[in-house]
């Protein structure tokens, strides 16, 4: 893996709640991944007043942190020009954030560069945006200190606002170490929702919310739980109002102490969790949103991304759901010529057989195919045998910015049946919709003729020439030269498309002509 | 993966049941794995009188199925001097086998290679003897025309066999359709017996039985499957003489057509694996064994490692175990200069632990710890996140050829825990013994610690110097520099460790002197 494209970037996130350090490796231009994380609940914004100073005992903390990460960089060979000190509201907002900066610079050798509140916005927009399908919308970033909103059109940020609305901050404002009464919860959403009238182009931009930070993943989590979800992450999982309510409901009957062992609350999030599910309520309703798409990645990813991929500018993925599809098999070197060619191959019988009438044809569904016939051979990483298995292991484990869940779980699915098996969903079952069945059925039965059109991985069945005539498809294959082996495997699968389609199939050898 | 120092052999085994072609992909002295596989059943034994020559319905079959395979190895760009066609005793037994020979070459331009008896026996002894600790016993080949048996000692092939005792032709000659009677099982056992007669050398060859083969693999997942075991294929798994004969008893009452659809018996082999079954029992009978281990690996194996592991002579692996765990991290390009490390730390503190007479020491203990140790990072190959996780689902589902399931289970786990969580066997704990809870305690300890110490990936703490005294013990870091990041991180982690040892962990600097 250490080819010598490589290049690898340390991102230090000091939040109010936690200090966090991620190591970037990339391949620029052809993949990325977190390659080590650490991260410590500094709590650097407990006990600070407005306007006030951070507290003697937690700056020693940040400092003692700060050098332990700076001795880990060192210590991993990182080249100090590439790692990157940010600093967000507790650090930015203390009266005392001058000898904070200079001391971590002494002791740490560490130039923490703090964040403006719109650069702390702009990262949190970079990150959901590189994330997520976000094109018309608010993202909100919730951290220890403050909450950030920015209003996104067209994939650009419009507006962004930046509130004193942090876990840290409103559990000590509004809430003791008991049950919360309905009085205080009140009270911190009114205050909330008071905070953000200075935002009013809040409630006009759209539908959909994005949501990033700790808080927002232990709340999908928890969420998940309850509802008896499959988990593989939370990546692209839609937390609805309704959810929300009920999860702010049972945290609010617990004492403080017992928070922490709700299922999906992270133990150190535990005290501040519940003024984190009342907070980003009062966003909800004060934007009129329905839901909020939750993402793993965050500020540190933004600051990463800002610098992976410039000079674009804004620095984005041109099209999200294919970038990380294309991320993740290319960090597992799967060979791009034959995966390409599996999923062309399968999108031509697609579309001929929706031509034909033969189903009804459907873009969401045509491109799970595609990043499916991409990925069906991923698991080639782990073995060779059952590779197929590995495929879907693969696929559901690292995950796939863009997609949500369930669509995750049908592209491992077809990845998974691309060579065997009657295809199913299993403990996926509670992920999928209507019809979800069916989807897969047909995509498993074109992935499976395509794979084994293109066994001999040369691509020597150039394209096919499909047509249906009453109960009958006639797939003529286009080839350079003998299509025996082609013809030959795939007539060995011709059950399950007979199956999926309701139609007999006869392979045939067409003229190149 | 396509690296230059690759390279591609196709072995194509013309067995007596199924024609095989398998991939194998090596970079020589680093790794090798099989990267392509595909199978027909061709049956071409079916149907041959003793010296009678091939049935024409069969030789055509295999012709076109030989067509077909070289067909692939052209358009999968294999250059035809690295394509190894190898027939076994069908073929060298038929009348006509010069003119299938002659036949193969010009239809499908492949230079068959009809092995000799001592042949087909050598390359079993080489894929068992190269996927297993067996130095002194016997080795079983047991294909659809003819078994071979092997005498090993110190490793080396001593004495050999071959006799018509292969599953194809023990059925056709003892097996009907239904049901077996016991008269019809006695006389097929009575036959194999006065067939081994032969063979005085297999009574005298010590304890030790490795079977290979399909029937011998299928008969394996059955009883795994009987016996409620956890299954990650069938690599190491021993098989009893008491778990065979209820499988044999099982098979014997359904009809030929049934025993299909028995667990771990693969379709294609139902007809044949009564026969293979009470053949193997005369076996073990005849040489005294108790049981038979099997390897997954077969005759391809062995005409695979007979050029790979060339000019070695015989062919063999200095160490397979060891050579095996070194093939998995090397195909995931694990960093093994930090590999070696966390292994070569835990391994320091383990053995001064015994010195302290805080455990017994035990070297088969210390030698899992030692693979665990290697394979710690494995699943990076997957993802960052989880990679512990990941890990484990490496080694389970990859395999370690030498290690029983209930090996690469403790190894998996070490594995799994070298990061987080409480140390638990879950699914495999069917596979476990007494005291297999302390050894996964006691290893997911000292990695978890090793693990810390090697936190910044760096060597930077040297060693360490362990001290136990009454209640506590004392490690000390001998470390090139600050141990500040290294010691915080594994102080971290002492709970763990003082669970496991009954001891309080006290880590402090030491001295290099």
């Known amino acids: 893996m250490r080819a010598d494209a490589e290049r690898r970037t340390a991102v230090i996130d000091l939040g109010s709640n936690t200090f966090r350090l991620v190591v970037f490796t990339a391949e620029p231009g052809v993949w990325w991944r977190r390659t080590d994380e650490i991260y410590e609940p500094v709590r650097i914004g407990a006990g600070m007043a407005e306007g006030g100073p951070l507290k003697p005992k937690r700056m020693q903390r940040a400092l003692d942190t700060l050098e332990m990460y700076a001795h880990f960089c060192r210590a991993a060979g990182l080249d100090p020009a590439d790692v990157r000190p940010v600093a967000t509201s507790a650090i930015r907002e203390a009266s005392n954030r001058d000898e904070f900066v200079a001391r971590a610079r002494k002791l740490a050798g560490l130039k923490v560069r703090v964040l403006s509140r719109e650069e702390e916005a702009r990262y949190g927009y970079l990150a959901a945006v590189n994330s997520t399908t976000l094109d018309h919308g608010a993202v909100l970033d919730l951290g220890g200190g403050s909450l950030q909103l920015v209003r996104v059109d067209h994939r650009l940020a419009q507006e962004s606002g930046s509130w004193r609305l942090g876990t840290v901050r409103m559990t000590e404002a509004y809430l003791d170490d008991e049950p919360a009464t309905k009085k205080q919860l009140k009270a911190l959403r009114a205050h909330a929702r008071e905070a953000l009238a200075d935002a009013p182009w809040l409630a006009t931009s759209g539908d959909r919310l994005v949501g990033l930070g700790g808080t927002v993943r232990n709340l999908a989590a928890a969420a998940q739980h309850r509802a ?214 047909r995509g498993a039965a074109l992935l499976r003729i395509a794979e084994q059109l293109e066994r001999s991985r040369d691509q020597s069945v150039r394209e096919t020439r499909l047509t249906v005539q009453d109960g009958t498809v006639r797939l003529g294959l286009v080839a350079a030269g003998d299509v025996s082996v082609a013809r030959w495997a795939a007539e060995r699968h011709a059950e399950l498309f007979e199956a999926a389609f309701d139609r007999r199939l006869e392979i045939a050898a067409e003229d190149a002509g």
């Open 228 to 441: 008896g979800l499959p988990s593989f992450g939370v990546q692209g999982f839609v937390l609805t109002r309704e959810a929300l309510g009920e999860l702010t409901s049972e945290l609010a009957a617990l004492p403080a102490r017992e928070r922490r062992a709700v299922p999906g609350v992270k133990p150190e999030r535990g005290d501040v969790i519940l003024a984190g599910a009342a907070t980003l309520e009062a966003v909800l309703e004060a934007g009129g949103f329905e839901t909020v798409e939750v993402t793993e990645e965050g500020l540190r990813e933004g600051v990463f991304f800002a610098e992976h991929l410039a000079p674009a500018d804004p620095p984005l993925f041109p099209a999200v759901r294919e970038a990380s599809v294309r991320n993740l098999a290319s960090q597992h070197q799967v060979d791009l010529i034959h995966a390409n060619h599996v999923a062309a191959l399968a999108l031509q019988m697609y579309d001929a057989l929706a031509a034909g009438g033969v189903h009804g044809g459907d873009t969401a569904e045509r491109e799970l195919l595609a990043a499916a016939g991409l990925l069906h051979d991923v698991g080639y990483a782990v073995d060779y045998d059952d590779h197929h298995r590995h495929s879907r292991y693969l696929i559901l484990n690292a995950g796939l910015p863009g997609w949500t869940p369930r669509e995750v779980a049908l592209i491992a699915q077809l990845a998974r049946y691309h060579r065997k098996g009657t295809p199913g969903f299993g403990e996926l079952a509670p992920l999928m919709e209507d019809g979800d069945d069916e989807r897969l059925a």
